[in-house]
């Protein structure tokens, strides 16, 4: 998997077109009611173009699981104090993550 920091904008817009439908149907309809055919139509892209980002089911899901958390924790590192917060207790951390 390519990362999106040195893909040229065409690109990056595409695989983010891919990740955005992506999400959307399956979590909608679930994963198992969803192909990759019906993501490439939601995209606006067509299914050759997606099979060159994403070659399986398996590996589109992974690129969302990946994308939705650097969203959250980009989220959630802007909503973290300053200060203090490396003092914290794991289980002090993992409820300001769970109350996000």
Do not use: C
Not at 67 to 95: H, I, L, V
């Amino acid at each position: 998997m390519q990362s999106v920091v040195s893909e040229k904008p065409a690109k990056a817009k595409k695989r983010k077109a891919f990740l955005e439908a992506g999400y959307a149907l399956f979590s909608q309809k679930g994963i198992d009611a969803v192909a990759l055919q019906d993501v490439a139509n939601a995209s606006g892209y067509g299914i050759a173009t997606l099979y060159r980002y994403f070659d399986t089911k398996a590996g589109l899901l992974l690129a969302i699981a990946h994308w939705k958390w650097e969203e959250f924790f980009q989220e959630n590192s802007r909503r973290r104090p300053s200060e203090g917060f490396a003092d914290k207790t794991a289980a002090d951390m993992f409820d300001f993550y769970l109350e996000s």
